[in-house]
């Protein structure tokens, strides 16, 4: 039996975003368009997973994840415990 | 492992390069680099002098220090001398490296004091609007080469190889992969380390040469290059006017601090038992 394809989703950091269009042109699938000037992924089921868009990318504003994911949580505001000082969280 | 956000100073983030800057590519694949190792941040000190290149330690959350134009290797210097368990890592630009700091960048080389350098070469002065740099090559335009560039350029690699660096590398903004690997390597080794990385500067050097945009650039840089690798089943005739990637040069050359270190020792050794006398120095004395 095949091996179930691989899906992976894109992260997108508007805020971060410039619009400078290399992970477009460069892109192997071409499945990445600038809409009013940020990223956005328009095909992300054909994404082949190589992450060249989110190392290319200059301002980080893209990254690449598999999708179901477990070993990476998802980590946001109500993960991190306010009240330790930020100094606590160096690696 | 960590997430890749939390090597910033997310605060200061987005970042004020101009978009399609290869700078922050650069500043990614380093981080790429320091993360797949495993370095304890708080043993990393970050040391940049002046230039657009140089704005990276401002958004990078390690013990940082942006120092005065071209002097970046001459305070990184220092700290490696008094602390040498810190890993020291120096970003700086192609002006701050080979003009304004060519003098402690080729003594840095020549002591093989264990620092990681890394060259981000984007052949302009981008921050002061394009003036051309000793990296820009022959005939290209800059805002004061309004005909032409006349004089010749830098080989950044050439250079620090001939004046004693122990990792030589260059890689490009557009061979992503291959920069992380390289600066993992020159992380690893033992002694001067240099990485020079083409980078693009689309608003005054894909301007003024009428190059274009951030994609045309790496395009434009694509094509310049050749991976050392292949360039040996090359014909010499397809690799005239290419630069090579890749590690260009290894060498194992004793370092600049275990040297120090072993004269304090070798020194103090002799000295430190002294019950009175000359010491042995009667030989130099009159």
């Known amino acids: 039996m095949a091996e179930q394809k691989k899906g992976y989703f894109h992260v997108i950091r508007e805020k971060y975003c410039k619009g400078c269009g290399i992970c477009v042109a460069f892109c192997p699938k071409q499945l990445l368009v600038l809409k009013n000037g940020k990223v956005f992924p328009e095909r992300p089921e054909i994404c082949i997973g190589c992450r060249m868009c989110e190392f290319r990318c200059p301002d980080y504003a893209i990254a690449v994840k598999p999708l179901e994911d477990d070993k990476h949580p998802v980590k946001d505001v109500s993960s991190i415990d306010l009240s330790l000082p930020p100094e606590a969280h160096h690696g | ?286």
């Open chain 2, 1 to 286: 492992m960590a997430e890749f956000l939390d090597y910033f100073r997310k605060e200061r983030l987005p970042h004020i390069w101009c978009p399609g800057c290869g700078h922050g590519t650069v500043t990614g694949a380093l981080i790429r680099a320091i993360d797949k190792l495993g370095l304890d941040k708080n043993k990393i000190v970050m040391v940049s002098g002046i230039g657009c290149s140089s704005r990276a330690v401002g958004y990078l959350d390690f013990d940082t220090l942006h120092t005065t134009h071209g002097r970046a290797l001459a305070f990184a210097t220092g700290i490696k001398h008094a602390k040498p368990s810190l890993k020291v890592i120096v970003m700086t630009g192609d002006g701050d490296c080979t003009a304004i700091g060519g003098n402690h960048f080729i003594h840095a080389a020549r002591r093989n004091i264990d620092i990681t350098t890394i060259v981000m070469n984007n052949s302009i002065y981008g921050m002061t609007s394009g003036q051309y740099s000793p990296t820009t090559p022959h005939g290209m335009l800059g805002t004061t080469a309004p005909y032409g560039n006349v004089e010749h350029e830098f080989d950044v690699c050439e250079l620090a190889k001939a004046s004693g660096a122990s990792y030589v590398a260059r890689a490009t903004s557009f061979h992503v992969t291959l920069l992380t690997d390289l600066i993992e390597k020159a992380l690893m080794n033992k002694g001067f380390s240099v990485v020079e990385t083409l980078t693009q500067c689309p608003t005054y050097f894909g301007r003024k040469n009428k190059i274009g945009g951030p994609v045309e650039l790496l395009n434009w840089i694509k094509d310049r290059t050749v991976n050392a690798k292949a360039a040996t089943a090359l014909p010499p005739e397809k690799l005239a006017g290419k630069l090579l990637i890749g590690e260009l040069y290894k060498a194992e050359r004793p370092e600049y601090c275990a040297s120090y270190a072993e004269t304090t020792a070798r020194v103090q050794r002799t000295y430190n038992d002294y019950k009175g006398g000359n010491r042995g120095c009667e030989l130099n004395s009159d």
